[in-house]
């Protein structure tokens, strides 16, 4: 009985959604030639105050100030006179007026009550059809008020930006900050998922295919990145590697004598790590690689700066570890407070990071990472710092335990890992990159 409620939901699903494409497609070829014609009839902005940017993402507003990630927005600012920021999927239709320099621009996903009665087609397609509906009715604004145009992922972001700039005749390019596909094979997840896993995947290639292959230009935040992209069929030449850029500031004469008393750790061994609280991050490898170190070093602690949508599982496996006293918690924290932590630390445990390696590598503090994805280019074993088996939490365990022995060796590790981080990804540095890039991409296409 189950099994036939099972096929018939779906078959509805199937039908429905059906239904919605073969009725809406008319109207929205209709549509979408209508705002072809009046957009082009719309003047081209004119850059006499400045270039503007709109860069398409994917979360929404309230996510960004809890995580409190405004800087990497704030990157373009030397770029750009203002920069519009397209949030999508959001929980809200509204605009917000950041600073005078930074709006956002929430676009809400429609149908939640198809998900809850489980009709992920009709789900899906009714939000990607309404998505796009909205981000055409923007293209005469973008035409007259925007100089380029940047989507986050090879997907929905992707996509909307290629749209918006064929359709406004500007130029526009596609940021990749992943690598989608592995992401996806990890966790099972897509931000809009309740499909079957086969139907996602083969969504997904075709995204990726269609956009990167397509796009005119491609930025990659790293070389791992680069070969990704590459691989689902982006133009050599039209990839640039644009790396995250950090400033060195932060890291340079924190008190870390005041953070350690604000969270009473002493003079303890500290390990400490700066993550999203979610599988696809190895976050459930903490508790086994902290069990192993409190076995050889019962003073150490484990401290964990960020949240996500598993906390709640993943404090259920410190509890059955029995290392819920070793790993504290903290919650999303300030950038002031994060930069605290990385200088105080005695190591820093990376398995699965963007951005937050390069933090990590700036600090001078020995860094212990998973040797995945991109990982190698920055922490390269014995020299930058100790570069582990991805998921091998005993050498993870192992190569901590002997930097909290050999202090000497953890200062000679940093040194060369902050070296060459403020080498690559200094905010200085990775600025005039940018500027020439986004320079040479507005006034090639003019």
Same mark, same amino acid.
């Given at each position: 009985?189950?099994?036939?409620?099972?096929?018939?939901?779906?078959?509805a699903d199937?039908?429905l959604a059906?239904?919605?494409?073969?009725l809406m497609a008319?109207?929205?070829?209709?549509?979408a030639f209508?705002?072809?014609?009046?957009t082009?009839?719309?003047?081209?902005?004119?850059?006499?105050?400045?270039h503007n940017?709109?860069r398409?993402v994917?979360?929404?507003y309230?996510i960004?100030?809890?995580?409190?990630?405004f800087?990497?927005?704030?990157?373009?600012?030397?770029?750009?006179?203002?920069?519009?920021?397209?949030?999508y999927p959001a929980?809200?239709?509204r605009r917000?007026?950041h600073s005078?320099?930074?709006t956002?621009?929430?676009?809400?996903?429609?149908?939640?009550?198809?998900?809850r009665?489980?009709?992920?087609?009709?789900y899906m @397609?009714?939000?990607?059809?309404v998505f796009?509906?909205?981000?055409?009715a923007?293209?005469?604004?973008?035409r007259?008020?925007v100089?380029l145009v940047r989507?986050?992922?090879?997907?929905?972001?992707?996509f909307?930006?290629?749209?918006?700039? @064929?359709?406004?005749?500007?130029?526009y390019c596609?940021?990749?900050?992943?690598?989608?596909?592995?992401?996806?094979?990890?966790?099972?997840?897509?931000?809009?998922?309740g499909?079957?896993?086969?139907?996602?995947r083969?969504?997904r @290639?075709w995204a990726?295919?269609?956009?990167?292959?397509?796009a005119?230009s491609v930025?990659?935040?790293?070389?791992y990145?680069?070969?990704?992209?590459?691989?689902?069929?982006a133009?050599?030449?039209?990839?640039?590697?644009l790396?995250?850029g950090?400033?060195?500031?932060?890291?340079?004469?924190n008190?870390n004598?005041?953070i350690?008393?604000?969270?009473?750790?002493g003079?303890s061994?500290l390990?400490?790590?700066v993550?999203?609280?979610?599988?696809?991050?190895?976050?459930?490898?903490?508790?086994m690689?902290?069990?192993?170190?409190a076995?050889?070093i019962p003073q150490?602690?484990f401290?964990?700066?960020g949240?996500?949508?598993?906390?709640?599982?993943?404090?259920?496996? @410190?509890?059955k570890?029995?290392?819920?006293?070793?790993?504290?918690?903290l919650?999303?924290?300030k950038q002031e407070?994060v930069?605290?932590?990385r200088?105080?630390?005695?190591v820093?445990?990376?398995?699965y990071?963007?951005y937050?390696l390069?933090e990590?590598a700036l600090?001078g503090?020995?860094?212990v990472?998973?040797?995945?994805?991109?990982h190698?280019e920055?922490?390269r074993n014995?020299?930058?710092g100790?570069?582990?088996?991805?998921?091998?939490?005993?050498?993870a365990?192992?190569?901590i335990?002997?930097?909290?022995r050999?202090?000497d060796?953890?200062?000679?590790?940093?040194?060369?890992?902050?070296e060459?981080?403020?080498?690559?990804h200094s905010r200085?540095?990775?600025?005039r990159?940018?500027?020439?890039f986004?320079?040479?991409?507005i006034?090639?296409?003019?």
């Amino acid at each position: 009985m189950h099994q036939e409620m099972i096929l018939l939901r779906r078959i509805a699903d199937i039908g429905l959604a059906t239904g919605i494409l073969f009725l809406m497609a008319p109207w929205l070829a209709v549509y979408a030639f209508g705002i072809i014609i009046i957009t082009r009839l719309v003047p081209r902005h004119r850059s006499g105050t400045g270039h503007n940017l709109l860069r398409i993402v994917q979360g929404d507003y309230d996510i960004i100030r809890r995580k409190d990630v405004f800087f990497v927005f704030y990157e373009d600012e030397q770029s750009f006179a203002h920069t519009f920021v397209m949030c999508y999927p959001a929980w809200h239709f509204r605009r917000i007026a950041h600073s005078t320099t930074l709006t956002f621009i929430e676009i809400p996903l429609f149908g939640r009550v198809l998900k809850r009665i489980k009709l992920p087609i009709t789900y899906m @397609l009714l939000n990607s059809l309404v998505f796009f509906t909205i981000v055409l009715a923007y293209a005469p604004w973008v035409r007259k008020s925007v100089s380029l145009v940047r989507g986050s992922d090879p997907h929905h972001t992707g996509f909307a930006a290629m749209l918006l700039g @064929l359709i406004a005749d500007i130029p526009y390019c596609i940021s990749l900050h992943a690598h989608y596909g592995m992401i996806f094979d990890r966790t099972g997840q897509f931000y809009l998922s309740g499909l079957p896993n086969a139907t996602i995947r083969m969504f997904r @290639l075709w995204a990726e295919r269609l956009v990167l292959a397509h796009a005119r230009s491609v930025i990659a935040i790293n070389d791992y990145i680069r070969q990704y992209a590459e691989s689902r069929g982006a133009i050599s030449c039209r990839v640039t590697v644009l790396r995250h850029g950090v400033s060195v500031e932060r890291f340079t004469g924190n008190d870390n004598v005041a953070i350690r008393a604000r969270f009473s750790w002493g003079d303890s061994p500290l390990v400490v790590i700066v993550s999203r609280i979610s599988r696809e991050k190895y976050v459930f490898d903490i508790p086994m690689i902290a069990q192993i170190v409190a076995r050889a070093i019962p003073q150490a602690f484990f401290t964990i700066a960020g949240d996500g949508p598993d906390r709640e599982a993943f404090e259920e496996a @410190l509890a059955k570890a029995g290392i819920r006293d070793t790993v504290r918690i903290l919650g999303f924290q300030k950038q002031e407070i994060v930069s605290s932590l990385r200088t105080a630390a005695d190591v820093n445990l990376c398995l699965y990071d963007g951005y937050s390696l390069i933090e990590a590598a700036l600090s001078g503090r020995p860094v212990v990472a998973y040797d995945v994805e991109w990982h190698n280019e920055l922490i390269r074993n014995s020299k930058t710092g100790y570069l582990v088996p991805n998921r091998d939490v005993q050498s993870a365990a192992e190569a901590i335990c002997y930097l909290l022995r050999h202090p000497d060796e953890g200062k000679r590790l940093a040194a060369a890992a902050r070296e060459l981080a403020v080498r690559n990804h200094s905010r200085e540095t990775v600025t005039r990159e940018k500027m020439a890039f986004y320079h040479s991409l507005i006034h090639g296409a003019n």
